[in-house]
């Protein structure tokens, strides 16, 4: 099975002026929960409906990480290792 890694992303919010980057129009969305997601039927760089956890994928971002690029490395990126489903790194675990 291959594995997506999706962000969970928080309400959007109002940037900062000067140095901010995000989507154009100031408003910025951080990322809450990192978690895994099997691929859709068929496609190698889309998430299927449901995380690992059992959430929908519907209003989650799929990131450019791909676990099985990384041997060795944790399945999610290690800049969010402070925000990984607890449930989602348990399954991947196994």
Partial sequence: ???????ELGR?????????TGPA???????????AAPAAPGSRT?????TLC???TFAMETTDWKPAEHPGAPWYPEEHASLVCPDC??????
């Fill in 46 to 50: 889309a998430a299927g409906p449901r």
């Fill in 12 to 20: 959007p919010g109002a940037t900062r002026s000067t140095g901010a």
């Fill in 25 to 35: 129009g100031g408003v910025e969305r951080r990322v809450r929960k990192v978690h």
């Fill in 89 to 94: 790194d348990a399954v991947m675990e196994t």
């Fill in 54 to 56: 059992g959430r929908d």
């Fill in 1 to 7: 099975m291959s594995e997506i890694v999706v962000y």
